[in-house]
């Protein structure tokens, strides 16, 4: 992955994805208590980590990006609680073992390859408690046709809006292309007035639910749901976001048992 995509956000991060309570409390739902301990990975600039914190979890952060970690602190997370790492090292963070970790944000289509993705499933299964859980989000666009593209909702803040189209290049590729538009402010503004541009690319593997599920139970995962959200309903057929939730549950406590 290329952290200088995530270099020109840092600034604008926040504006940009804010904080969803639907989100906070699927988390909280699973694992995110008072008390419990929680890793965020691919945490950005800290704000579900701060989030977490003012709730009093005992929660964590790590980002590949250093600019993203350094947003984080300055936006008020403690230095201890967020530090720059490579999602694929999760199960050596200091503080395992942890209640839930979760990777949200489609960070995990940022690895260069499914073995990565074996990996880093691995390594946060080891980096669980018995009876812990795994929370991941990501863009499921499988059926994307070669060559084919999507536009997808801008978003946007306080003088700040990003543009965002998914672009398939290949059986396991999409191209993830953007347009941040940052409004000039009264000390820069130059004579046009114009606003400043950037135009930025990052390669995403292709990924699908189906897939996701059957690395989460060769690492073990007991149980394994999928959802079309943190709404927690069905995925649907118009809709590529995917949140699967895998259980380290003991068998007793196994509530749907991954497929043979």
């Known amino acids: 992955m290329s952290t200088e995509f995530y270099t020109a956000l840092a600034e604008h991060y926040d504006a940009l994805f804010r904080i969803e309570k639907t989100t906070l409390r699927f988390l909280t739902d699973h694992g995110a208590v008072h ?7 691919a945490c950005g600039s800290g704000a579900y980590t701060r989030a977490l914190v003012d709730r009093g979890v005992d929660a964590f952060g790590t980002d590949l990006s250093d ?30 073992p942890f209640d839930l970790v979760f990777c949200i944000g489609n960070s995990i289509a940022h690895l260069s390859s499914y073995d ?18 795994l929370v991941l989000q990501f863009v499921d666009v499988s059926d994307l046709p070669v060559d084919g593209e999507r536009r997808l909702p801008a978003l946007q803040g306080p003088g700040v809006e990003f543009e965002r189209t998914y672009r398939r290049v290949g059986a396991d590729a999409i191209h993830f292309d953007a347009r941040l538009i940052v409004e000039s402010n009264r000390s820069n ?13 990052q390669r995403l593997l292709l990924l699908s639910a189906d897939r996701i599920e059957r690395m989460l139970c060769a690492c073990g995962f007991g149980s394994v749901l999928v959802y079309g ?22 068998p007793e406590t196994v509530e749907e048992p991954c497929p043979d």
Do not use: K, N
């Open 116 to 133: 990565d993705v074996s990996r880093f499933v691995a390594s946060a299964a080891d980096a669980l408690c018995a009876g812990g859980t």
């Open 67 to 96: 600019a993203m970690i350094d947003r984080a602190r300055s936006c008020g997370l403690a230095a201890d609680r967020c530090e720059v790492a490579d999602m694929l090292d999760a199960r050596d963070h200091h503080a395992a």
């Open 189 to 201: 503004r130059p004579a046009s007035g114009a606003p400043r541009t950037a135009d930025l690319s």
């Open 35 to 41: 008390g419990a301990r929680v890793l965020d990975v």
């Open 229 to 250: 959200g943190f709404g927690a309903a069905p995925p649907r057929p118009d809709s590529w976001v995917r949140v699967v939730v895998a259980s380290r549950a003991r």
